[in-house]
């Protein structure tokens, strides 16, 4: 069962934009409506004058991601050849647009899984923040005692900080994300970790 946006293009160009948790399911509907003359009537007409339309898959997602998506991909097909009755009151700027393409295979995974991506990387970050303290305890315990010269406590150092550099921004990013509203954080990120 695939789900997504679809939209079914008829030889004269016009076309309607629908969504779908599973949409063979959901093409074999229109179809039927057609044969029986109960779509809705701008596509019934479309039909009785073009015979079938074309099928296509616009935007593969998960079910959590559907609703928003149908209504943010109607505003960037709408037009005078859209055979759609309503229209959402949204419009697709060029960065949400662009957002979506770039996240087109999170669109794939559930919010939950997104959530839990962002709470995992959170957590390795932390860990990692961590452990670095402990191995620059260790480090300064065992110069302490003779066991590291200077010179090699210095190069140590030095890895080190450029690893708490790293772990800081990767914080900073995360710490930026949590201060985003839903849709940027679920879209918006990159797992670091």
């Known amino acids: 069962?695939?789900?997504?946006?679809?939209?079914?293009?008829?030889?004269?160009?016009?076309?309607?934009?629908?969504?779908?948790?599973?949409?063979?399911?959901?093409?074999?509907?229109?179809?039927?409506?057609?044969?029986?003359?109960?779509?809705?009537?701008?596509?019934?007409?479309?039909?009785?004058?073009?015979?079938?339309?074309?099928?296509?898959?616009?935007?593969?997602?998960?079910?959590?991601?559907?609703?928003?998506?149908?209504e943010l991909l109607i505003a960037q097909?709408?037009?005078?050849?859209?055979?759609?009755?309503?229209?959402?009151?949204c419009e697709l700027t060029d960065e949400v647009a662009i957002l979506i393409n770039q996240s087109h295979e999170l669109l794939k995974q559930s919010t939950f899984e997104h959530i839990k991506q962002l709470h995992d990387a959170d957590s390795k970050i932390t860990a990692a923040a961590d452990r670095e303290q402990q191995a620059l305890d260790q480090l300064q315990d065992l110069r302490a005692r003779g066991y590291i010269i200077d010179e090699d406590y210095l190069e140590v150092l030095e890895l080190a900080n450029e690893f708490?550099?790293?772990?800081?921004?990767?914080?900073?990013?995360?710490?930026?994300?949590?201060?985003?509203g839903w849709w940027d954080r679920l879209f918006n990120y990159k797992v670091y970790v």
Not at 78 to 83: I, Q, R, S, T, V
Not at 168 to 179: A, N, V
Request: glycine share 8%.
């Open 77 to 89: 097909f709408k037009g005078p050849d859209m055979l759609n009755t309503t229209y959402p009151d």
């Open 164 to 180: 708490k550099a790293r772990a800081s921004k990767r914080k900073q990013e995360l710490e930026r994300l949590s201060g985003l």
């Open 1 to 70: 069962m695939a789900s997504g946006i679809y939209r079914l293009t008829f030889s004269s160009g016009k076309y309607y934009v629908g969504k779908s948790l599973d949409l063979e399911t959901r093409w074999r509907q229109h179809f039927n409506k057609f044969a029986l003359g109960k779509a809705a009537r701008p596509m019934q007409l479309e039909y009785d004058r073009c015979g079938l339309p074309q099928t296509e898959v616009i935007f593969s997602c998960r079910r959590d991601h559907i609703d928003i998506l149908e």
